[in-house]
T-cell receptor, first 114, second 111 residues
C-alpha cells in the first residue's frame, strides 16, 4: 500500500537558519502530495500541495517540489522564524479513488530558538 | 465560516469505560474522515463517510470502535470499552472537493 517516510525529528534550529525536512513516498498510482502543519494547541492546517510531477507548492516562505523520479517532496525554507515552531506532516492522497483519504508520515517536530 | 469542530478537546478515562468523540464538519461538506495519531507516530486513517454512508472503514482497528453520522451532519466515534492502546489524538476532517479541512483533534488518554 501507499506509505510516506519523513525525516526523523525533533529538529532544533536557530532563527534565520535554513530548513529542510525530507519526505519520500511510495504509491501505486499518481498521488497528490501535501505538507500539513500543526501549531501548538491548534489543528492540522494545509501548508502547501502539489498535484503532479515537477509542481512546486509554496506558502509562507515554505516550498516543496514534487519529484517523481526520486519519489520525494522535501519541505524547505530559507530562513525560519520562532513562529514556525510546529509539527510538520508530509502526506499523499490518491485523487483518483478518494480525494480526502490521505496517508501521512510520522510528523517532524521543529523548534526554532531565538 | 466555522471550521471543523471537535469535542471534547481532551478526555481522560479509565480502561473499560466508554468515550464518545464528536465532530462537526464544515457546513455543506459531504465527506467526513476520522484519523488518529497514536504514540506520536503517523496519523492513520480510520474511516470515511459520504453524507451518512460509510464509504470506507478499512482503517477501523476493531469492533470496539463505532462511528456514526446520522443525517449526514455531525459524526460521533464511540470507543467501548476503551483500552490503554486507544490513547492518542483523534482528528476529524471534512471536504467537499479537493482539500480536506481538519479539526483541532481530541486527545484521548486511557488510564
Amino acid at each position: 500500500g501507499d506509505s510516506v517516510t519523513q525525516m526523523e525529528g525533533p529538529v532544533t534550529l536557530s532563527e534565520e537558519a535554513c530548513l529542510t525536512i525530507n519526505c519520500t513516498y511510495t504509491a501505486t498510482g499518481y498521488p497528490s502530495l501535501f505538507w500539513y502543519v500543526q501549531y501548538p494547541g491548534e489543528g492540522l492546517q494545509l501548508l502547501l500541495k502539489a498535484t503532479k510531477a515537477d509542481d512546486k507548492g509554496s506558502n509562507k516562505g515554505f516550498e516543496a517540489t514534487y519529484r517523481k523520479e526520486t519519489t520525494s517532496f522535501h519541505l524547505e525554507k530559507g530562513s525560519v522564524q520562532v513562529s514556525d515552531s510546529a509539527v510538520y506532516f508530509c502526506a499523499l492522497s490518491d485523487l483518483g479513488t478518494n480525494a480526502g483519504k490521505s496517508t501521512f508520515g510520522d510528523g517532524t517536530t521543529l523548534t526554532v530558538k531565538p | 465560516e466555522a471550521g471543523v469542530t471537535q469535542f471534547p478537546s481532551h478526555s481522560v478515562i479509565e480502561k473499560g469505560q466508554t468515550v464518545t468523540l464528536r465532530c462537526d464538519p464544515i457546513s455543506g461538506h459531504d465527506n467526513l474522515y476520522w484519523y488518529r495519531r497514536v504514540m506520536g507516530k503517523e496519523i492513520k486513517f480510520l474511516l470515511h463517510f459520504v453524507k451518512e454512508s460509510k464509504q470506507d472503514e478499512s482503517g477501523m482497528p476493531n469492533n470496539r470502535f463505532l462511528a456514526e453520522r446520522t443525517g449526514g451532519t455531525y459524526s460521533t466515534l464511540k470507543v467501548q470499552p476503551a483500552e490503554l492502546e486507544d490513547s492518542g489524538v483523534y482528528f476529524c476532517a471534512s471536504s467537499q472537493h479537493f482539500e480536506a479541512f481538519f479539526g483541532q483533534g481530541t486527545r484521548l488518554t486511557v488510564v
